[in-house]
């Protein structure tokens, strides 16, 4: 079993729908969860970080985590063509940061 | 921009060569995460450095050894190179070693191994 798993897609919405990213893990432990973007041919970029259960927002982002199940989920509200990307979910594990990340979901914004 | 930035951005090398590749973190941070990510997957962790001193460790091999000087910068050195070292090298800095701490990515630097 991965230790951070992501559907590969890719997901197709289109312009001002809802996008829903899902991630799962599998070290219980993990305390700190990251949502970040990435461009084709560019480096991550943060969007979210989250580290209690229940709803993170962030303007047009929103961030669900449940440890529990070993979930965690983001929702781009009204989405727009330049959010088309891939989304990575990241996991602290270790304790000292060691992040790992999951292949990456792509999202695909059709105006 | 993050601050954090990599030299070189693209490195062609041949099998059984030597690389380094080098970061700056961005001003304050004083930890430095080395990541490798191959043509469609997830940045994988390979080291962090805090103070001068490896924190952590991911599943590579010893010919992946790094360094993190006084002033926080930072270098990744590959031995031996092999053709599945090809792929994006990231660092990521951070004001702390903190696991809540925000990681700033740099641009990357590509290496292609022939």
């Known amino acids: 079993q991965k230790e951070v798993e992501q559907n590969s897609g890719p997901l197709s919405v289109p312009e001002g729908a809802i996008a829903s990213l899902n991630c799962t893990y599998s070290d219980r432990g993990s305390q700190s969860f990251f949502w970040y973007r990435q461009y084709s041919g560019k480096s991550p970029e943060l969007i979210m970080s989250i580290y209690s259960n229940g709803d993170k927002e962030d303007g047009r982002f929103t961030a669900q985590l449940n440890k529990a199940s070993q979930y965690v989920s983001l929702l781009i509200r009204d989405s727009q063509p330049s959010d088309s990307a891939t989304y990575l979910c990241a996991v602290e594990s270790g304790g000292y940061q060691k992040v790992t990340f999951g292949t990456g979901t792509k999202l695909q914004v059709i105006p | 921009e993050t601050g954090v930035t990599q030299s070189p951005t693209h490195l062609i090398k041949t099998r059984g060569q030597q690389v380094t590749l080098r970061c700056s973190s961005q001003?304050?941070?004083?930890?430095v995460s080395w990541y490798q990510q191959a043509l469609g997957q997830g940045p994988q962790f390979i080291f962090q450095y805090y103070r001068e001193e490896e924190n952590g460790r991911g599943n590579f091999p010893p010919r992946f050894s790094g360094l993190q000087f006084p002033n926080y910068s930072s270098e990744l050195n590959v031995n031996a190179l092999e053709l599945d070292d090809s792929a994006l090298y990231l660092c990521?800095?951070?004001?702390?070693?903190?696991?809540?701490?925000?990681?700033?990515f740099g641009p990357g630097t590509r290496l292609l191994v022939l």
């Open positions: 001003s304050g941070h004083n930890t």
């Open positions: 990521a800095s951070s004001l702390t070693a903190g696991i809540q701490e925000t990681q700033y």
